[in-house]
């Protein structure tokens, strides 16, 4: 039976070069190659009321650069739109799947998102720096208010690195970790990908009793977060990851768990780098973990999925 609900993608883009390479990673990417791809554009318009110094005989003039401006902007914008299209076309994604949406900005370019996401996406998908970005920035100031503030839908953090096959998910057997594993099955699996499930165990955790050594209390957390990984190893088998394809680690007496995750990913060269919104920490009220906040600063080159 067809399914009547495809997964749909959020594809945001501002004009930059940065961001065509946001859709260039869609195109590269074959676990998207079956979804409805919208590509979003929030357009920053000449304001309503800057036309009501029109009957002011002073301002024609201003109003005249103003709306050639305006004009000369959203003909930019619909030509990278359609470059965009063809280029996702070009991969292999049908024409009919792919959808360009320009709407001017109203509340602010990220609230404006976050409201096109309620529309039933599956995922937003963001350059890290978009337009005007300084260099050295990890985030620009849109991607960092959806970090913040996406808290109800999956945010993808495109880096330069290409996705290709190899998926990283950090894992501490919390709820958020659980949903990253539910996501990254219901996207990759039956897809020949590769995934890995780290956990990490830092070398001055929280609560080691004064009678137990290092080791000691490294393998007892090892044992207690276990059955969490007999249960997300066969989440990702019954999706149609081949069990050899699924592999854990642990990484024990870590200094900190968001560069060794980083590390690991760079070292065995994982594209793409998974995390719970939140986890690996007890404190409530967080809209973002504090190590996948760290991840996302360290791991610069790589994707980041950010699961709610």
Known sequence: ????????????????????????????????????????????AVPESYWDLENDLRSKKVIKQARAWEISQKRLIDNYMTQAKQLLVKSGIPEKS????????KAGIAR????????????????????????GMVLGSVATKLTEKLVFLPLILVGK?????????GFDGSQGAMKAVDFVASIYGGLNYQVELLHVIRGDEPGLPSTASVEEYSQEI????????????????????????VSIKFKKRKISRSKTIVDEARKNNFGTIVMGRKGWSRTRNFFIGRVTNKVIHLA???SVWIIR
Request: charged share 25%; no cysteine.
């Open 1 to 44: 039976m067809k399914n009547k609900n495809p997964k749909k993608l959020l594809v945001l883009i501002d004009g930059s070069d940065r961001s065509i390479n946001t859709v260039r990673y869609v195109a590269k990417n074959v676990s998207f190659h079956g979804m409805q791809i919208v590509i979003f554009h929030a357009f920053s």
């Open 98 to 105: 792919i959808n360009t949406k320009v709407k001017n900005r």
């Open 112 to 135: 404006d998102i976050i409201d096109e996401a309620k529309n039933g996406y599956t995922a937003v998908i963001a350059r890290r720096r978009g337009a005007g970005a300084l260099r």
């Open 161 to 169: 690195k290409p996705p290709g096959d190899k998926v990283l998910i």
């Open 222 to 245: 090892i044992n207690n977060v276990t059955p969490a990984f007999d249960i997300a190893v066969n989440k990702l088998i019954k999706s149609g990851f081949r069990s050899g394809s």
């Open 300 to 302: 610069r080159d790589r």
